[in-house]
């Protein structure tokens, strides 16, 4: 568990010699916690506390990698319950199945989809980053197969989902060095498959029937001189889920049970629908899931998930945002709009894609609200009618059009007043609150006030 400022200063000297650059122990201790400084700074420190604050600092989540360059895939390491206490580091990945008894034609269709299966959103590229490799009919030699055909058209990491060691071997014997996670080890088989996880450098997902059978399992893994492990409760149905995957990171951030301290898994159940599949991956998702194996799978299904993780894991203290300045959508003419927005990301990025859909080329103008949206940068003092108007000035948009008149959010009508004042000869003109309302805006105004 994280230390507190105080139960680190009791760790300190208590000298306040101020070599640290911080004139008590107090204040350093509490620099300490917020982890803004090392204890390096302190050439007084004990022994004891070098190593309570080293331990403390070791995420209580093992972090686990597989795949290389820029498809490699971590999950873990995470080190709150909820997000807002301080970040979410891994998303959870989403495995799209594939069976190694689909025709071979469907199969590789659909390992194509899967590795093409990325989206813009926000400026970010979301996508779905892992194939899972499920085990039905054949034999080794099968499996393999299909394994191989996903390596030679994929640069995806895969998923070995089969309990049986001699596949999960014969598949993995084709495969480059970690680029496949194995899926996964009981306790009758986990001998075979961490010999196997060790030979492979592959990471090795865990299965058991009951938590405490799960995290004696891990333990006994762990001893055996493997880590790189995922944790698979099971799943019963969507309460069971939601209640293991929150007590296993409750107990992992506890550090009570060191068998806790990996990345979790689900495979939500073959047959399952597109609504309860969409309903148990966001639970997933939203709730402490490393990995989800989704058996099958359209692409549209997934566009909602991607969109729901990506705000999820969004870094809160750092808001996705895009500088201030003038944007062109299309190319715009001495005669084309101009949009007045803030700079958080989401909102610039849902104004341009609707200026784009309207076939009428315009000027962004993009004020810095520090990253917040148009109605919390306006409550905030950061999008008043004064600083918008002076920011538009200064951006030099008067430079580019021949007329002078800007379009401001509907949501801030009330700043076309001040904006008015900051902005002689300027018209200020209220748009719709929404984006989406941009096409029929620009046909119903826009034009007929050009016109
Ligand atoms: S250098 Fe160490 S002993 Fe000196 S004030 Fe800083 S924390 Fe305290």
Redesign the pocket.
Known sequence: MALTGLQIYKL??????????????LA??MKLAAKQVSLD?????SDEAKETLGAASVPPIRKVAVGSGDYKVEMGEEVVLFRHDKTFYHETVLALGVAVDQPEAEFLEAVKTITGAAFDRAGECIAITMIALRDKAGNSTAFAKRAKLIADHSPLPIVLVTDDPEKAQAAADKLTDGSAILYGATTETASAFVDLAKAKKMPLALQADSLEELADLAEKVAGMGFKDLILDPGFVNQAEMLKNQTLIRRIALDRKVKGFGYPTSTVIPEGTDAFQMGLLSSLGIAKYTGLIIVPEWQTWHFMPLLTMRQNIYTDPQKPLQVDGGIYEVGEPLEDSPVYVSTNFSLTYFMLSSEIDASDHPAWIVIVDAEGMSVLTAWSAGKFGGEQVGKAVLASGIGDKIKHRKVVIPGYVAVIKGEMEDAMPGWEIMVGPQEAADIPSYVKEVWLRSAS
């Open positions: 300190l000297p208590q000298t306040n010699c101020k070599e640290c650059g911080y004139p008590t122990c350093f201790a700074l302190c050439p007084d420190a």
